[in-house]
Each structure stands twice: as C-alpha cells, then as structure tokens.
C-alpha cells in the first residue's frame, strides 16, 4: 500500500520543536531535534537584546550558560535558530 508507506516516510522526518525546561540568570537548559550550530537571542518584549549565545548543540538536552544575567522574574522572549528552524520561546527567568 503506498498510501500507508508515504504517511510513514513523511512522518520520518517531522522534528521535534525546541524546548527550553529551565531558565535563570545563569544557565539556560534547551532541547534541540538535530545536533548542530545554533544562535540563541534572548531579549526583554521592549525589544532589549539581553544576551546572544552562538552554540554547538547535541540533540536532546544542552545546558547553556549565560554569565548572570542582569535580570529576574520577568518574562522574555528566547529566539532560537539553527539547522534550518528559527522558533521564539517565551519564558520567565527565575
């Protein structure tokens, strides 16, 4: 049946999205589908860049530092991007 063989190829290459499971001033906890080179903007929704991390990721789960950042319990904005995917992530750093 090749209904059935195209639906399970296609579903071959669906990735997982990326997640962040933990973020604070000084370290950031991101899950990436693919290992790969990964750009990582973290900005205020006033549009303040607060850090930019350039990356070599594994898949799966990645502790990132983030050298303290100046600010806590306020929402930003995380932008992830690498291996073809860009997707912005809102979270509250603790």
Not at 53 to 59: A, D, F, P
């Amino acid at each position: 049946d090749t209904t059935s063989e195209s639906s399970i190829l296609s579903n071959k290459n669906l990735v997982a999205p990326f997640q962040v499971s933990q973020i604070s001033a000084k370290s950031m906890d991101l899950s990436v589908p693919v290992a790969g080179n990964y750009s990582i903007e973290i900005s205020t929704y006033s549009g303040r860049i607060l850090k930019t991390v350039e990356t070599k990721l594994n898949v799966g789960n990645n502790v990132i530092a983030l050298d303290g950042l100046a600010i806590s319990n306020q929402m930003v904005a995380i932008k992830i991007s690498g291996n073809s995917q860009v997707e912005t992530i809102q979270a509250i750093i603790k």
